[in-house]
């Protein structure tokens, strides 16, 4: 995608020109204003694909659609008509739900104040401040820099005051959630005013409402994510540690999940939510105590045929195995077994063999105990498998090589039994098609006994290091 961008005025000439100049079809000349600005690395995801409307008679320019309906709702907001406000933001949040450049124009064109002014005139009305919210919700998503402290301070009040109805602590979450996302100063500052018991509460309080669990789980989640390449280290640590310490967050969700034996999205969302609080040995063994790993192993024998279910359990196990004595209690409840058969009957979808070479490679990682279990119960020859159908892929291929590396560095007698599957040209033909691959390759190489070449990159004398 190309870094350069330009203003929807600028796309918009270009493709009347095209119709003027050289007398194109509407939907030519679009097509080759796109082509022409990407040949020159621009980056049209802001920018909306259609013809404005001609100008008017007295040559005045028209507006895109969406800046039209802004205009309206603009006007319904300033008059204070409440009873023109439903159809508006109605209409406004439809054109932002269809794709990020219509979002990006009216955002550009004074959007979120309108919206925000919408969602103050309804705060007497209940219906009207769900479908204020919801256009806010649609129009925040992959812009959170619009959100400013009033936004802020509107959606922590209406988490606050209105925590008895449903419907509006959804719409109220899926603001929060946008607003958050890449986005780690919105982060803080909800931090700061109290989002995280809101969160917590709001999943307690409304346990068997299914999408506002999955809503609410999903934001606890984007609280914990260091993803904004703006700050130069973020506080997702700090957050993850709150939720558990300070708001009981692993007791939650698990006890939430006992609510959704049946559903899949749910219980999805609950697993990942709960890899990310993972950050610390003993939240790892509380989240075995509280009856999370007996969740997750049910979960993937049940959900198999989930692919997206079974990638986020897998790596809910990854990450609860960080801690030694959770990796016995996984082998224990019989869960090798099922991350082999989950690497081999999703053999083709590379996430989850990468997770599942990543769970099995924690299990292994100083247990030789383990690294038995796992060999017995065909995790290797997964592996290998894997492998095999993804050597494009460098996170498989990486992964791989670590859960071998694993495998043998304390269970010497594993070695031969590895390299009569085929591992050591595997292995080489990872090295050589990937240069990140390189040092746990060699590695897994050496550890296995095979012949490489280990070079001394820098001996302590004067001079550059051998590349």
Not at 111 to 126: M, N, S
Not at 254 to 263: C, P, Q, R, S
Not at 304 to 331: C, T, W, Y
Request: glycine residues 6%; charged residues 25%; hydrophobic residues 45%.
């Amino acid at each position: 995608m190309g870094s350069k961008q330009i203003a929807q005025e600028t796309f918009d000439e270009a493709v009347q020109e095209n119709i003027t100049e050289f007398e194109m079809e509407p939907e030519e000349a679009v097509r080759e204003a796109v082509l022409q600005f990407e040949s020159q690395g621009v980056d049209l995801s802001n920018i909306v694909k259609a013809v404005r409307p001609p100008a008017s008679e007295n040559g005045q320019r028209q507006k895109h659609q969406i800046l039209l309906t802004l205009d309206s709702l603009a006007g319904a907001v300033a008059e204070q008509d409440v009873a023109q406000l439903p159809q508006q933001l109605a209409a406004l949040a439809a054109q932002c739900r269809e794709q990020l450049a219509f979002r990006c124009l009216a955002g550009r064109n004074g959007a979120y104040a309108a919206v925000l002014a919408a969602c103050e005139l309804a705060a007497g009305h209940r219906e009207l401040l769900l479908q204020a919210l919801a256009t806010l919700a649609a129009l925040l998503d992959g812009q959170p820099d619009l959100l400013d402290a009033a936004g802020r301070e509107l959606l922590l009040r209406s988490l606050r005051e209105r925590r008895d109805d449903a419907e509006l602590t959804l719409a109220g979450i899926r603001c929060v959630r946008h607003a958050c996302l890449k986005h780690e100063h919105n982060r803080q500052a909800f931090v700061r005013g109290g989002v995280l018991p809101a969160l917590t509460g709001a999943i307690t309080r409304h346990g068997r409402a299914a999408e506002l669990v999955r809503a609410a789980a999903s934001a606890l989640r984007v609280m914990t994510f260091d993803d904004d390449i703006r700050v130069p280290f973020g506080h997702a640590h700090d957050h993850a540690k709150m939720i558990v310490l300070e708001n009981d967050g692993l007791r939650v969700l698990i006890e939430a999940a006992k609510a959704f034996t049946d559903n899949s999205a749910v219980l999805s969302e609950l697993c990942a939510t709960l890899s990310r609080l993972s950050v610390r040995n003993e939240f790892c063994q509380e989240i075995v105590d509280l009856g999370g790993l007996n969740f997750m192993v049910t979960l993937l024998a049940d959900c198999m045929e989930h692919p997206d279910v079974v990638k986020q359990v897998l790596s809910a196990i990854r990450a609860v195995a960080g801690n030694d004595r959770v990796k016995d209690a996984i082998v224990d409840a019989g869960a090798t077994e099922l991350i082999v058969l989950a690497i081999s009957h999703h053999l083709g979808n590379p996430q989850i063999c990468e997770q599942g070479c990543a769970a099995l490679c924690m299990l292994a990682l100083r247990k030789p105990e383990n690294c038995s279990v796992i060999m017995e119960g065909g995790g290797a020859l997964a592996a290998l498998q894997a492998m095999k159908a993804h050597p494009g892929e460098v996170a498989v291929q990486k992964q791989a090589c670590m859960l071998i590396r694993n495998l043998v560095s304390r269970s010497r007698e594993l070695c031969g039994p590895i390299l009569a599957l085929g591992a050591e040209v595997l292995i080489a033909e990872a090295r050589a098609a990937h240069r990140d691959c390189d040092d746990v390759a060699r590695a897994a190489l050496r550890d296995l006994g095979c012949q490489v070449e280990l070079r001394e990159l820098w001996t302590g004398q004067r001079g550059g290091l051998a590349q």
